[in-house]
Each structure stands twice: as structure tokens, then as C-alpha cells.
């Protein structure tokens, strides 16, 4: 039984009161009272839902926003809503014998004022059933016992030994496999370069039996809880029949940083589901290219890539998040000096490129878009704070997490830092870092004895604020051969959905070029700076139309798979063989490419020349001019050339 007294509760209800500079106590901080205290019936019905306590606080905290510095009046006083809650609470306690109210009487209270902003936020994550969660909070019983069953994880022949799962993995897969007797770990999914861990398992009963495997997701907890809200919106609805499925709810066990969530797919004769990664080098590179051509895009793009309309858009807001953070700062309790700088929108880049390290710098107006406590940092940005799309991203150093409430969605009115880095020094840093054979800062980069192309960490800015006529429609966000699996006869299937959204319809397939590019074509060379080269003018060749020299590499020969996916991006385009669209997202994928440091350094190489080929390509083939100089992309509208 419950035994959290009233007065816990309206204490910790009235000092969230406090941090959100609302003074006064409402339904909303009565709720996440119930969450914050640690062990409650609320956080562990949560939990059991697939979310987190400070996942749904954050939620709510975004609904009702800050309120303003100034009081209008002394105290703290309850709200009708609250006086009716805490009245509703009494008459639960009287009716089990009680004088003294306790957690379960507010919860239950809570959940049958149906209309409040907690119960809203709660209908938006899914749990829509008030009725039902009235009766889960009457009748849970908190389990005591911290043992969980123990589940043996054994590992197939296809797992790397020496590549082995952390404690936390272990322990999430644990929780996420609860009821089964054992669980093995077929294989690593690879592909992408962040922090998350892909995983083929195949649960296993008491009497041996085993269930169709599954693909699991392990990340951080925000993370995979947002993921699950995009396939809920984007994905759930609209995808093939036969394809990923997100079935259960996420597991994020209130103990720990990470999260899990599974995708069920229907697996090919040997039941264990394989991505492309895994197969591509066993096919002719014309058999690869034909099979995403006929196998991935049509059933997907009856739904998603087809379903586009008229998209009139500046490139920032769709490519800016792929570049590092605009600032890194080391926030100050300083005021800014009258020699300071702002940054507020809009951004001016001439401005930024004034900044240097130590510098003074107010933001104004920027929203959170992630919250690191276990590096005291935040994350800002211009756009919603779950959206991946957001653009100017501003990541602030050194913050007292303790003192002050920051949470996702927030609209940071003022915040003051030094500027420990800029976004020009980073790329900077990460082109220095491919060893270069010219010189990095120089405005040119030689590709053969006769032709140079623009350094492109010093020529994509003007691009930013250029217009593109493209298309929008829902994409993936993040196509690479590591997210598409193959099921029976070879059909084709899609997991992982961090960063599906509503978006440039192209960018899909510039994600797939520039991921084929990096590992499958320039995987095969030794990485050096001369094969990137050497690659690099084969593209040259085939953006002009001329046929590949097969002879020169091997290697040449996987280009052919890049032409399919370009004759797939062909019937995504706004207007018929109008490219420039697709060399946008070209070049902002290749800078993106640049600063993965878990990258091959081959890979970062080639893609770093591939930004440069693309804004060569918008400068010139895309720009009509009168003038025999190339003009430069400053003074460029994308959209006077599609």
C-alpha cells in the first residue's frame, strides 16, 4: 500500500510551482509531484505504459511553458481544479476509513478529472483511457521485489564476441524479454554512426521453443521514447503490411539512462532478418541498385516518397540540423557587456564569423531542444523541441541542472556564454583530422592535374538562405543499408524511425548515396586521399551522362548502384531532370559526413569532396550566367534554377 502523506506531495507540488515561476499549485504540478517522488503508483504505471516519469514531466512541462519573473500576488495558492481534486481525494480517504489522504487518492482523483492538462498530455502519449487508468491506479500493487527472473542471453554464430553489450544493454534486454527463459543474440546491425545499438534477438521459451526473431533498438531513453511517438504519427498508419512493426511499448526502466523497443518483421528462410549491409557485398552492384529500385521503392512510395506536394522552402530550415552546433558555449552568471554579441533570428552568419573563443554572447529566444544532465548541458535550436529538423543548433556547457529547470520545448528568453567553439572551427578541425594533402583553409581543393572544386566548410553558408521548389511528403529520415532489412523472396523492409517526419522529399535518397558512397564504394579502397579523387571523377563522369571506366577499379564498378538510386531520386523530383534540388542535399550530407568521427576516414574523405563537387555543380551547370566567372552562392536563389 501506498503510504506517500499529502503533505510530501503538496511540498514537492509547490517547489515545481517555483521552478516554473507559475505560484501557484494546479493539477499539473500536483501530477508531477506524484511523478518526481521516487517509487510512486503513478511513475510505475507510467513505466508500464513505456514511458518514463521525466519523459511525460518533460511533456507536460511543454504544455504549460514558464510562467513570468514578476509575481502578480503573495503565495502560493491552489487552483478550483486543484480545490476539486484534493475535495475528491478526501472523500477516497473517509470512504477506506481514513482522515489522512495519500498518493493513491490524489492519483485516482487525478485521473477522473478527465480534462486537465495532465490527463491531456496523457491522451497525446497514448494512454487515452481515463476510465482505465482509474481502475489500474485503484487496484496496483507495488511490487516490493527488485529481482527480476533471471534471463539467459546467449549469442549466435553470426555475433561478434570481441564487439559485447554493455551491462545496461544487458539489463534492458533483460527487462524487454521478461517472460521467456532466454534470449539470443543473433546479430549486430550496423550502418548508422550514432550511439544506438541494433540488435537481431530470437526469444526463446522454458521448453525450447523459439518465437520469431526480432530486431531490438537500445538508446537513450529520450530518444527512443520520441521514436516511438514518430511511428505512432508518421509510420503506424501508412506503412506496407508487410513491414516493420512497432508492436509492444517501449521498455525504459525507471533505473536506467537507456531504453529499448522492438521491431517485428516477418524474416527470410533462415528466420533471422538480415539488413542490406549484411548481403550487399554478396551482390553484383547492378543487382543491388535493381533490387532498391524494384523491391524497396515501390511498395514505400505508393505511401510516402509518391505522396509529395509543392515544397517552397530556405534550405536552412530543412539542412541546417545536419551541420555541428552554430556556438558552444560555457554559460555565464555574467551579464553581457555592452561590447557583447546576440544571437537571435535572424541569424546573421556574418556576425557568427566575428566570434571567437572567450567571446561574450547573449541567446535570445532559442528553444531546448535536449536537456544532457549527465554532461550538465543543453541543447538549443530554432524549431520544436522533438523535432529533428531543427536548424542553429547551440550547445551550452556548465549548467547547474540543480538550480535551474530546463525542458524540452522552452523558449529561452535570454542565457549568457563564452564561446568555447564555433561551427566554422569544428569543420575545420574535422577536415584537419582527414589529413589532408592541401590546404585546408585554402578556398580551392584539387581533384585531378586540371580541375579544383570550392572548399566546402568555407562555400556551403551562402547556400542557407537560398529558396529550393522541391516537394514534401513523410520520409524515413535516416535510409541506409543498416535500416533496410530483407524478408521473404528478398522483399524489402524498413525499422528505425528516429528521425521520420514530414520533410524534403529528396533527402531520403542523398542520405542512401551519400551512405552507399561512404562505406560500399569507398570501403574497398585503401581510404586514401587519391582513391577519393579517383572516385570522385567517376561521379564527375556520371553526372555528365558519360558511361564509368570499369577498367580503372573494381571499385567503379559499384557506382552502378549509385545511377539506380539516381534514377529512383529522378521521379522524386519537383520538376523532370531538374537537379539542383539534389545536389542541395548532397552537399549538406557530405558535411554531415565529415564530422562523424566513428566514420571511416576514407568515407569522410570522399564525402567531403562530394559537398565540394555539389556546390561546383550549383555554382555552374545550375546557374545560368552571363558572366564568364562563377559567380559566387551568396547571391544565389535556388529557386530561379529549378
Known sequence: ????????????????????????????????????????????????????PEYVIDAIRRKIGKGGKHRLWAGVPNTPRTDVILGIANDLALDSGREEINERDILIALFEEDDSIPMRVLAALGLNDPYKLVETARNYTLNTDSQQPYIHVDFGQHFDKTDSLSKDELFILRRMFYGYTQIRVERRLTGGYSSATLLVVTPIHIDNREDAAVVVKINQVDNILDEAQRYEAHVKTKLPPMTARIEDKPVAPETSDLAGIKYTLIAGYDRVPKDLRAVISMWSPQEVGDWLKNELFPPFSHIWWNQNRPFRFQVWREYDWLLPPILTLEISEKELPANGHVVRMPIKRAKLRRLDYGDMVAVENFIVQRVYPERNAIQLAVGHGTDAASAYKIEVRGVDL???????????????????????????????????????????????????????????????????????????????????????????????????????????????????????????TDGSWDSARMILNEIIKLDGGDPLDVTLSPTVERLETIIRIREIARQCLAEEDKWSEYYMAL????????????????????????????????????????????????????????
Open 587 to 642: 552537399v549538406f550530407c557530405g558535411l554531415r559526413t565529415l564530422t562523424w568521427e566513428t566514420a571511416p576516414i576514407g568515407g569522410r574523405r570522399l564525402m567531403y569532396l562530394v559537398a565540394g563537387l555539389a556546390i561546383r555543380e550549383l555554382r555552374t551547370r545550375f546557374r545560368p550566367s552571363s558572366s564568364s566567372e562563377t559567380p559566387s552562392p551568396d547571391d544565389t536563389d535556388i529557386a530561379t534554377l529549378l
Open 402 to 524: 540543480s538550480k535551474n529547470t530546463y525542458y524540452r520545448g522552452e523558449v529561452i528568453e535570454s542565457l549568457v556564454g563564452t564561446v568555447w567553439q564555433t561551427r566554422a572551427q569544428q569543420l575545420l578541425n574535422a577536415l584537419r583530422a582527414l589529413e589532408p594533402d592541401f590546404d585546408p583553409q585554402g578556398e580551392k581543393v584539387p581533384i585531378n592535374d586540371d580541375e579544383k572544386i570550392p572548399n566546402p566548410i568555407f562555400a556551403y553558408e551562402g547556400l542557407l538562405d537560398s529558396y529550393v521548389n522541391g516537394t514534401l511528403c513523410t520520409i524515413h529520415g535516416d535510409l541506409h543499408p543498416g535500416n533496410i532489412m530483407l524478408g521473404p523472396n528478398q522483399s524489402a523492409f524498413l525499422i528505425d524511425f528516429a528521425h521520420t517526419r514530414d520533410g524534403h522529399t529528396i533527402f531520403d535518397w542523398a542520405t542512401l548515396e551519400n551512405s552507399i558512397l561512404n562505406d560500399y564504394v569507398m570501403g574497398e
Open 1 to 52: 500500500m501506498s503510504n506517500i502523506e499529502l503533505k510530501d506531495i503538496l511540498i514537492t507540488a509547490r517547489q515545481e510551482a517555483y521552478r516554473m515561476r507559475h505560484f501557484y499549485v494546479g493539477a499539473e504540478h500536483l501530477f508531477i509531484a506524484l511523478l518526481e517522488i521516487r517509487g510512486t503508483i503513478a511513475s510505475n504505471i507510467i513505466q508500464e505504459h513505456g514511458l518514463t
